[in-house]
């Protein structure tokens, strides 16, 4: 069987291509992508070459090509291995960690099954929104805390949403960009400032009566997460939700994490609990379920923030802005859009 992917073959250059898919191996399912979401951080740095080979503390290394990215996507099971029993041929499912491609093999667990109330383009944004979702989780927030998002690419924008349908009373959203504030105060966030700003704490203490409960950190950037630490109150929580990709920190951790008390959270999606949910502490799949509830609830809506939707044909397009764009929006691939006669 023959399918297309995307596929970065050397840093700054993407191209659709084509390959030959084997047989389907026991416990597998073989899903039609009808959508795939962009994770631009992730995304740029594997574009780039700056991603690590893995996240394992014990690996290290840089970016090798080709490889392929997009672990966010949706689509209808096209048939099932040996052994399979919660999926069946027919289904809608969300699936993650799979790639930008119109035919991806997915092991049964990394597939949620949702109904027809439910659009492929929004389920194709969860798989991405179950990161935030974790970080959140591990701050242990509480109804009527206070919150703040540092960063407003994919990540900080689905933590807005699920910050609200959590309860903070108070979500201030943060970014350098005028755009990405502005959508952030349409989807849920009460207050967006300007790190960069001359006042920028004094904002963000006067709107959040005093300071930051939990914040989530998506920039994985030291100046960011030190701005963060100065407008949290005394035993905040921050997520480290960004991936740093680096080591070089300079923070003064005896005044603004030991001496207020601040607990740091590692919040990498890879540092979850494999088998069994506690408080806290879910799995990937129980994750996914929960936002599958919470949007056929109507507590969430992720669809208003796809801003762009491509064919996977204008890959090598949209990656060069990826690389090049400060501002890049939420973008997904319609794999309809590369069939015969599109």
């Given amino acids: 069987m023959e399918r297309k992917k995307i596929v970065f073959t050397a840093p700054l ?148 949403q699920l910050l609200r349908a959590a309860g903070a009373s108070v979500i201030v959203a943060v970014d350098p960009i005028p755009e990405k504030r502005e959508l952030a105060l349409k989807i849920g966030a009460d207050y967006a400032f300007d790190p960069f700003a001359e006042d920028f704490e004094a904002n963000v203490r006067r709107a959040s009566y005093g300071g930051i409960n939990v914040a989530i950190e998506v920039t994985g950037n030291c100046r960011a997460l030190d701005m963060v630490l100065d407008c949290m109150q005394y035993f905040g929580r921050v997520a480290l939700l960004g991936c740093t990709r680096t080591s070089d920190f300079n923070i003064d951790y005896y005044k603004k994490v030991h001496a207020p008390g601040i607990t740091l959270v590692g919040a990498h999606t890879m540092a979850r609990p494999q088998v069994d949910s506690s408080n806290g502490w879910w799995t990937e799949r129980a994750d996914m379920q929960a936002i599958y509830r919470l949007v056929k609830s109507g507590r969430l809506s992720f669809a208003q923030l796809i801003e762009e939707t491509h064919s996977p044909k204008e890959a090598p397009e949209v990656y060069t802005r990826l690389a090049n764009e400060k501002a890049f929006p939420m973008v997904q691939f319609d794999w309809s859009l590369c069939e015969e006669g599109n």
């Fill in 13 to 160: 250059k993407a191209e659709l291509q084509t390959e030959q898919i084997g047989e389907l191996q026991a416990g597998m399912v073989l899903v039609k992508t009808l959508y795939s979401t962009v994770s631009s951080g992730t995304e740029r740095a594997n574009l780039i070459g700056k991603e690590t080979v893995s996240p394992n503390r014990h690996e290290d290394g840089i970016a090798t090509y080709p490889r392929c990215l997009g672990y966010s996507t949706a689509g209808i099971v096209e048939a099932v291995g040996e052994g399979v029993t919660r999926v069946k041929v027919g289904d809608r499912v969300a699936s993650i960690w799979t790639i930008h491609t119109n035919y991806n093999i997915v092991p049964e667990k990394n597939l949620t099954v949702i109904d027809e109330s439910i659009s492929l383009s929004e389920a194709a944004i969860w798989p991405i929104a179950s990161f935030p979702l974790a970080a959140i989780r591990k701050t242990r927030l509480e109804m009527g805390e206070t919150a703040l998002v540092m960063g407003l690419g994919v990540l900080g924008l689905t933590a807005i």
